[in-house]
């Protein structure tokens, strides 16, 4: 019978400890249990989901990694919803993506009133998903499609990014291998797990792995930092800004407590940072923090992991490092020529972890590929040594701020309903600790004015608070080239110069 070898192997660990979250510790034999009574829940008549897509807004821990595993075991495409996410961005993904069962934690009931109540999505509440259960499970093959992450782009509204089992085994392949992975690893997750970053690189890598994982209920700097003072991880991973923010509580400590948290760090093997540039500043201050020496690593929702600097050898500052095992990259011109090194052009990657397809958007899947090659839109080049270094974007209307990518267009089309609004921009303004923050530029109506804090107040109900501008540009009109088209590089200097 055609089986997950991800859940094969999951399995083979038995009694070694899978996760630890704040309601316990679970087993590998605790969470494949668990799993299978989620899966038979999911099933109730059926024999097999057949890819059916189950969406599910819960937080990270054990009851989310158990249901995860247990959609697959069904033999259905997992769909996390995020849970800082409005109602009307739960309800695209969940429309979208088609899914036909929803999961959800008691603590999210609100978020999902008036969620699409008469569509026949049938919602499943935790923790009843997960009460015993009996019956068969289908055989799945890997070749079927897993998981759906959406992730927004140059186009309003987010897309679905399918992967399938295989390439979320290659991926896991090509980091457990680059960062050797073993079972004697313990990995602390603080990341949110709608995101390929928490989901694959954590989660995912450390059940193929047998190792540990410690689950936060998200990201708090100070929790963060108790949490090594119990001295037992080997693994960390994050976005530059969560280096910043462990940063500014070490900044703000007395030089006893300075030498003992660095203390806390020095058992850990590798500390990894990704998702967004980490700035160099970054890289050199938590040196000196907690010894330890950042290994930067460049990848995408579509991709998975493409680059990394070396887990042996050196890793340089502000460089991305080297392909993946088992990733091609190359720097393409924009005539689909690969160039060599020190020459500026596009990142482009190939191998079997690239997603299939964009749920179902097959002229958008299609425009993205060139030959075989995904087109990532990050512009780059390859230094002498082959490290490779990022230089920015080819689209000014993705913005990344604290990791997350979020689309100006998607902030525009709601901005533009606000009565007070002719017209608006919406920008990447760059800061120290997000990367990016969000800037709008407004035209108001004759006469009026507004404030941030009503923009946003206003905003509030329609998109994630993440994506809610924290700066804002009052112009009489906006700048255009002669085409007519707003010239957002000529905004974004705006907002440096107002800075
Ligand atoms: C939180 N806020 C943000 C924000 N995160 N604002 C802008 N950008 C962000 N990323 C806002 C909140 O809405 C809130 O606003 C205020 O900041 C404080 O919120 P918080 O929840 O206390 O913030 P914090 O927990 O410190 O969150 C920061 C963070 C988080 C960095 C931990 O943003 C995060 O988890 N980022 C990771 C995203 C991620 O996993 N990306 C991977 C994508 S996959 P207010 O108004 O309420 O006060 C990918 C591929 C790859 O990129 O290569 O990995
Ligand atoms: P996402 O679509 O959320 O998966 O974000 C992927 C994007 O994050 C990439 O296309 C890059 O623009 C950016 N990114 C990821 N890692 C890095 C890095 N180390 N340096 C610079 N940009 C990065």
Redesign the pocket.
């Known amino acids: 019978m055609a089986e997950i070898e991800l859940i094969q192997r999951a399995a083979g660990f038995g009694e070694k400890t899978a996760v630890e979250d704040w309601t316990g510790s679970f087993t590998y034999a605790d969470l494949l249990r668990v799993s299978r009574f989620a899966a038979l829940n999911l099933l109730g008549d059926e024999k097999d989901l057949g890819e059916k897509r189950v969406a599910f807004l819960v937080p990270p821990g054990f009851e989310y990694v158990a249901l995860k595993l247990g959609v697959w075991m069904a033999g259905g495409v997992s769909v996390p919803l995020g849970l ?1 996410h409005s109602p009307r961005e739960i309800g695209y993904v969940v429309g979208d993506s088609g899914a036909e069962i929803v999961v959800f934690h008691p603590d999210f009931t609100q978020k999902l009133e008036g969620v699409l109540p008469d569509t026949g999505v049938r919602f499943q509440k935790l923790p009843e998903i997960l009460r015993p259960a009996r019956g068969e499970l289908p055989g799945v093959s890997e070749q079927r499609r897993a998981m759906i992450i959406y992730t927004s782009g140059t186009t309003s509204k987010p897309k679905g990014v399918v992967s399938t089992h295989l390439g979320i085994k290659a991926q896991i392949n090509s980091m457990t291998e680059a960062w050797e992975w073993t079972l004697e690893d313990s990995i602390l997750n ?3 797990l709608h ?4 989901t694959l ?1 954590v989660v995912l890598c450390c059940l193929w792995s047998g190792a540990r994982c410690v689950m936060m209920d ?4 100070r929790e963060v930092w108790k949490r090594f003072k119990e001295k037992d991880l080997t693994l960390f991973m994050g ?1 530059p ?2 280096y910043s ?1 462990l940063i500014d509580i070490w900044d703000d400590s007395s030089a006893e407590e300075r030498i003992r948290m660095k203390d806390y760090l020095l058992g850990l093997r590798l500390m990894v940072s ?3 540039a980490l700035p160099v500043s970054v890289f050199e201050k938590w040196k000196e923090v907690s010894g330890q020496v950042l290994l930067e ?5 579509e991709t998975g ?1 493409a680059l990394s600097n070396p887990y042996r050898g050196e890793r340089l500052p502000g460089r991305v490092g080297f392909a993946m095992p088992g990733v091609e990259v190359g720097i393409f011109d924009e005539n689909g020529r690969l160039l060599g090194v020190e020459e500026q052009g596009e990142i482009r990657v190939r191998g079997k972890g690239v997603f299939l397809e964009y749920w179902g958007k097959p002229r958008e899947t299609e425009s993205v590929f060139c030959d075989g090659w995904f087109k990532t839109g990050d512009i780059a080049f390859l230094e002498r040594g082959g490290s490779c270094r990022i230089l920015g974007r080819e689209s000014v209307d993705i913005i990344k ?5 979020i689309s100006a267009l998607e902030i525009e089309e709601v901005l533009i309903e606000h009565p007070l609004i002719e017209e608006c921009a919406v920008v990447g303004v760059v800061d120290p600790d ?1 990367g990016e ?2 800037g709008a530029a407004l035209v108001l109506r004759d006469g009026l004015s507004i404030d941030l804090e009503k923009l ?1 107040d206003w905003a509030s109900d329609k998109l ?3 994506k ?1 501008p ?1 700066r804002l540009l009052l112009l009489s009109s906006l700048p255009r080239n002669s085409m007519g088209k707003v010239t957002k590089n000529r905004i974004k200097q705006s907002f440096k110069n107002s800075l």
Do not use: C, D, E, Q
């Open positions: 800082a603080v990341l949110p995101h390929l970053h928490g690189n998200g990201f708090k700097a976005v800004t969560i923010k990704g998702s967004a690593r460049y990848g995408m929702t992991m701020s604290g990791g997350y990518k997000w923050r969000v946003r994630a608070r993440y809610l924290t």
